[in-house]
């Protein structure tokens, strides 16, 4: 079958997630070190925030999927942690991580001429397991369609996902183009229901697992000449 749907994974393939993800904790982190200035607290590092928070989200998991509020109990989480438990200044630090995750992002400079080559051809559309949503980061009226695993409660690489993403594209799985950065949550999980699959390799890392992708691009300007349309400077 013909491609007429192309779905884009978000963090790490439209943008930078772990440069806005690590900026926006600095200036959390800044915060408590002058709200709590305790050793402890100035011994506190953006890694160990890191680790509070997936080491929390990994124990919820299944139980509660808004990312927000896994984010705002990880900083509870983290203030217990340097022994300050402070459920206001938990709530006070994520109001300040949310403002610079969202208003702080950048897309890659590839995004935007890619989409433009593309949107006359095909229908464009989100699918991501993180939150940042289109209008957040520029992209507001590029998308067809927007897939978050969190409103959904079911994230890639499940193949429920992509039969959602299918279902709300009203195309076939074999009609669809999924592009993203993980070769297990993005390219096995496309393929493993008959889509087609694209790794976005931006670092030109090696392949050392099983997963083949249909295609793999350092740049997702090489996207429009896999499809066929005509080159253009991007």
């Known amino acids: 079958m013909q491609i007429s749907v192309i779905s884009f994974d978000g963090d790490m393939t439209l943008w930078d997630f772990r440069k806005v993800m690590r900026h926006s904790l600095k200036h959390t982190l800044k915060a408590i ?28 998991k299944g139980k509660i999927w808004n990312l927000e509020e896994i984010r705002l109990r990880a900083f509870e ?37 890619t989409f433009d080559v593309l949107a006359p051809h095909f229908k464009l559309g989100l699918l991501s397991n993180g939150n940042t949503y289109p209008e957040r ?11 978050f695993s969190q409103d959904v409660q079911v994230e890639k690489p499940d193949p429920r996902i992509f039969e959602i993403t299918a279902l709300q594209a009203g195309c076939e799985l074999a009609q669809m183009l999924h592009v993203g950065d993980s070769l297990e949550n993005d390219v096995a999980g496309a ?25 793999e691009v350092t740049s997702l300007t090489e996207i429009p000449i896999i499809l066929g349309l005509e080159r253009r400077k991007l």
């Open 33 to 60: 070190q002058q709200q709590v200035p305790t050793q402890r607290a100035l011994e506190l590092t953006v890694d160990e925030m890191i680790v509070i928070r997936n080491q929390f989200a990994e124990e919820v």
């Open 77 to 113: 989480r983290t203030l217990e942690h340097i022994g300050h438990p402070d459920t206001e200044l938990a709530a006070y630090l994520n109001a300040m991580y949310l403002k610079h995750r969202f208003e702080d992002i950048e897309l890659y400079p590839d995004v935007i001429p």
């Open 137 to 147: 980061c520029g992209l507001e009226d590029r998308f067809v369609f927007v897939i």
């Open 191 to 215: 393929q493993n229901v008959g889509a087609s699959a694209v790794w976005l390799n931006r670092e030109g890392v090696q392949n050392n697992t099983a997963t083949q992708p249909d295609y």
